[in-house]
């Protein structure tokens, strides 16, 4: 069974989102994909094509939201489970849109709380790196910890991933973990 809130945090390329999607797959619960990448290059045009391929494949109901998360979070259909990919892509779209961060962390948090179904979020650990060297970075790094310190809050597990394996943070590693 699939807590509430299933909260996965690792470092890029670590397998954090195959690992919440092997999380969410094993519910057997009809699942939804939050997507909030957007393809600003061609690799990551790329890459989002190949994430869609996938995603189609293994019948997940998919939803490309860039900014407007916590709405869309409100909008799920309970009955079901979803999956945030990524919380990460998410603030960086509302930090390049001049949007109030603060504010849109308050939102999303918001909406999270009173979420119809099961959500497993992913995001990066961006703290374990050197300080950045400009302003814009600096002030991304602070927002994303503040929202992952939000999110493992809130969240009923807690799984960190480093090189494809997963550890329970908080709670017991959820079924389709290991």
Known sequence: MLPPLVFVLGGASSGKSAMAERIARATR????YIATAQPFDDEMTAKI??????????????VEVPLELGRSIAALPAGGAALVDCATLWLT??????????????DLLAAIAARPCPLIVVSNEVGLGIVPDNALSR??????????????AEADR?????????????????????
């Open 29 to 32: 619960l009809p699942l939804t």
């Open 158 to 178: 807690v799984v960190g991933v480093m090189a494809g394996l997963p550890l329970a943070l908080k709670g017991t590693l959820p079924e389709g973990a290991s």
């Open 93 to 106: 779209n509302v930090l390049l849109a001049g949007r109030d961060t603060d504010g849109a962390i308050i």
């Open 139 to 152: 002030r991304f790094r602070e927002a994303q910890g503040r929202l992952n310190r939000a999110l493992a």
């Open 49 to 62: 094509a190949l994430h869609r391929k996938g995603r189609a494949a293994d019948g997940w109901q998919t």
